[in-house]
């Protein structure tokens, strides 16, 4: 695998919660970057998903970073616990925050990578006062609160402008692409500068299986094209 690849990252949102902790392990053991959990509270988005106690409980079976996505109203009340239940990055909304700034001051001082997710109505440029702090910045190619969507194609513009603004000030920061994934529109993702895929249906709900899930991105991938020449 070539070096700078796309990072994959399995969205647990997908998975067979009966049996999370084997599910995580087998994506893992498939070679998934970092396993993402979605956290939302029926007032940011229109669903209502998992809290610390399952961040936890993942950070028991996986040896891979938990890259944590808060789809929540007023974040800062709940980043301690996020990021002592094991997060490795926490994301926040930039539309569920009135002070980002301290938001993101607080993730670094929790210890974890701070990141900003943009709704798809919200543009790259919402960032340029607030992107040297980000090290991580999540574009929704769906709106959030469900699996399953179909990916926006129209979100590849502010991906490719997100690059651009974090060239321009020497920052290699992370463009997640969040919604949506499958085996073309990771090259989509790809080709427009994201960094790392986060993906559950794809993955989790393969028919053929996790494992299977997690090979068909890689094999779509600039670098598997790249491998393919040897
Ligand atoms: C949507 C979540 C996504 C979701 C992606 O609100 O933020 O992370 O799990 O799921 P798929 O890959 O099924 O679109
Ligand atoms: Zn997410």
Same mark, same amino acid.
């Given at each position: 695998?070539?070096?700078?690849?796309?990072?994959?990252?399995?969205?647990?949102?997908?998975?067979?919660? =009966?049996?999370?902790?084997?599910?995580?392990?087998?994506?893992?053991?498939?070679?998934?970057?970092l396993i993402h959990i979605d956290i939302m509270d029926g007032q940011f988005?229109?669903?209502?998903?998992? =809290?610390?106690?399952?961040?936890?409980?993942?950070?028991?079976?996986?040896?891979?970073?938990?890259?944590? @996505? %808060?789809?929540?109203?007023?974040?800062?009340?709940?980043?301690?616990?996020?990021?002592?239940?094991?997060? *490795?990055?926490?994301?926040? @909304?930039?539309? *569920? +925050? *009135? @002070?980002?700034?301290?938001?993101?001051?607080?993730?670094?001082?929790?210890?974890? $990578?701070?990141?900003?997710? %943009?709704?798809?109505?919200?543009?790259?440029?919402?960032?340029?006062?607030?992107?040297?702090?980000?090290?991580?910045?999540?574009?929704?190619?769906?709106?959030? =609160?469900?699996?399953?969507? $179909?990916? %926006?194609?129209?979100?590849? =513009?502010?991906?490719?402008?997100? $690059?651009?603004?974090?060239?321009?000030?020497? $920052?290699?920061i992370e463009i997640e692409v969040d919604g949506g994934i499958n085996a073309?529109?990771?090259?989509?993702?790809?080709?427009?500068?994201?960094?790392?895929?986060?993906?559950?249906? +794809?993955?989790?709900? @393969?028919?053929?299986?996790?494992?299977?899930?997690?090979?068909?991105?890689?094999?779509?991938? *600039?670098?598997?094209?790249?491998?393919?020449?040897?």
């Amino acid at each position: 695998m070539a070096m700078n690849s796309i990072k994959i990252a399995p969205s647990i949102l997908a998975a067979d919660f =009966g049996r999370l902790a084997e599910q995580v392990q087998l994506a893992q053991e498939a070679g998934a970057d970092l396993i993402h959990i979605d956290i939302m509270d029926g007032q940011f988005v229109p669903n209502i998903t998992m =809290g610390p106690l399952v961040v936890e409980a993942v950070a028991k079976v996986a040896a891979i970073p938990l890259d944590v @996505h %808060l789809m929540i109203v007023e974040p800062d009340r709940f980043l301690k616990s996020f990021a002592n239940s094991g997060a *490795a990055s926490i994301t926040v @909304h930039i539309e *569920a +925050c *009135a @002070h980002l700034h301290r938001v993101l001051g607080q993730i670094d001082a929790f210890g974890c $990578r701070p990141g900003v997710a %943009l709704n798809p109505h919200t543009p790259a440029s919402a960032l340029s006062e607030i992107l040297d702090m980000a090290h991580i910045v999540n574009v929704m190619t769906v709106n959030p =609160g469900y699996g399953g969507q $179909r990916f %926006l194609a129209g979100m590849t =513009g502010k991906i490719r402008a997100l $690059r651009r603004m974090a060239g321009d000030m020497g $920052r290699d920061i992370e463009i997640e692409v969040d919604g949506g994934i499958n085996a073309d529109t990771i090259k989509t993702a790809e080709a427009a500068g994201a960094s790392i895929a986060i993906a559950g249906t +794809c993955v989790f709900q @393969h028919k053929m299986g996790i494992a299977a899930g997690i090979q068909e991105l890689r094999r779509a991938t *600039a670098a598997k094209d790249a491998d393919g020449d040897f």
